[in-house]
């Protein structure tokens, strides 16, 4: 299975249960750490944190994005980002699933993308079922926030800080809380 292969194929959102899908993760999983330990571990300037994260990747990175490391991710393969994005320190990515980040988003520090879920019944624990996370334009993303698999966070939306997203965040309005609720619409 290719790269692309697993990337359409969690489109479906079917389970990542096969063992070519777990060598693929796990091939993956090698190199984004090899790439992260290389970022994270010294100083690098605005355009080689670009050059590393556009091999993490696999795609040439705007040069409007701006990344403050360390950066975390365990796929890697599966970010798409737009122009002018924004994300400061210790971020982690859980991608398998796909996470899209529109033009003008700002996320804060530590904050966690997370694709994957697992089984809720016993014995399909181990299994993990994947589902992608979009942000719209201009989303703000607060430190600590975490967003969950199969979410999507509309143009102009704010995540309050420490929040736990399970569902769509409107377009236009703040949440915050865990799980996050609706606080307030945005007045232009």
């Known amino acids: 299975m290719t790269t692309e292969e697993f990337k359409e194929y969690v489109k479906t959102r079917k389970a ?12 993956m999983s090698n190199e984004a750490r090899r790439i992260t330990f290389q970022l994270n571990t010294a100083y690098h300037t605005p355009d080689e944190v670009r050059r590393l994260l556009s091999g993490l990747f696999g795609y040439q990175v705007p040069s409007s994005l701006r990344v403050f490391p360390p950066f975390y991710t365990d ?5 798409t980002v737009g122009e002018g994005v924004f994300m400061n320190a210790c ?7 796909g ?6 988003c700002q996320i ?3 904050v966690v993308f997370a694709t994957l879920n697992h089984g809720l019944a016993p014995q399909d624990r181990k299994t993990t079922y994947p589902a992608p996370i979009v942000l719209g334009k201009n989303v703000w ?4 926030a975490t967003i969950l698999q199969g979410v999507t966070i509309g143009d102009n939306a704010v995540v309050g800080a420490g929040a736990v997203v399970t569902k769509d965040v409107e377009a236009n309005t703040v949440v ?10 945005i007045e232009e």
């Open 141 to 144: 993303i607060g430190s600590n």
């Open 16 to 27: 990542l249960n096969t063992e070519e899908i777990h060598r693929l993760m796990d091939d």
């Open 108 to 110: 804060g520090h530590n």
């Open 75 to 79: 796929f890697g393969k599966n970010i």
């Open 99 to 104: 996470v899209t980040i529109g033009d003008g």
């Open 91 to 97: 971020c982690h990515f859980q991608d398998h699933g």
């Open 176 to 185: 915050g809380g865990v799980p996050a609720h609706f606080i307030k619409v």
